[in-house]
């Protein structure tokens, strides 16, 4: 997994690096009276794939707003909980959607860029590395384990983690109580049967 994320690591750069290239990117503004919600999965999907559906042309909208805003802080941001107040000049309009008012005062639905635009460039890099950090350590730790059971709760605590990584690409999961505590739990969880194996390996040696 750790091989995996630097490669999906390298493939978003490329991609961001290729849109920004001469502007690319406004290529792919969507067409504002097109842009709506969708009420059967299938026309959802369907309109997600083509970048008509209103969630995620919001989305792209912010995500370039916060690209653009960090070029101006890159190193410390503006500072935790100032996104909203400051995004609106950075937005594009040819990107606006019918829910760009904002009024329920959302921010940017990416955790990446959220901690870039905040909290500047070290933040970034630093979730990134945890996210490198974690599953590198954790399938060592699940590859050591001997016992099924163990083997199930660094899985479990492994899935879970990917399942909040992936979900913050397009969200902020880790600034709310429920799903940011259930992240470090796991990785307390594996740290803890990884504890519980070291000790159980050092009890069962025979005494010289």
């Given at each position: 997994m750790h091989w995996v994320i630097l490669a999906f690591y390298v493939a978003v750069f490329a991609l961001v690096f290729w849109l920004a290239k001469q502007n690319t990117y406004l290529s792919y503004k969507p067409k504002f009276e097109k842009t709506i919600m969708h009420e059967s999965i299938e026309d959802h999907i369907v309109a997600t794939?083509?970048?008509?559906?209103?969630?995620?042309?919001?989305?792209?909208?912010?995500?370039?707003?916060?690209?653009?805003?960090?070029?101006?802080?890159?190193?410390?941001?503006?500072?935790?909980?100032?996104?909203?107040?400051?995004y609106k000049p950075y937005t594009i309009t040819s990107f606006r959607t019918w829910v760009s008012r904002n009024p329920e005062r959302s921010t940017t639905h990416n955790y990446f860029l959220f901690m870039l635009v905040e909290q500047g460039i070290p933040a970034l890099v630093l979730y990134a590395v945890l996210i490198f950090v974690v599953f590198f350590y954790g399938q060592k730790v699940l590859f050591r384990q001997k016992d099924r059971f163990s083997r199930t709760v660094v899985m479990s605590a492994m899935c879970c983690i990917a399942a909040v990584f992936i979900n913050n690409f397009f969200s902020e999961l880790l600034e709310t109580d429920k799903i940011g505590s259930l992240f470090y739990l796991s990785i307390a969880v594996i740290l803890a049967v990884d504890f519980a194996s070291k000790q159980n390996s050092l009890t069962e040696r025979p005494s010289a």
């Open positions: 794939i083509q970048g008509t559906d209103i969630s995620s042309a919001e989305r792209y909208y912010r995500w370039i707003a916060a690209l653009r805003m960090s070029t101006d802080n890159p190193v410390f941001g503006v500072g935790p909980n100032n996104f909203y107040d400051y």
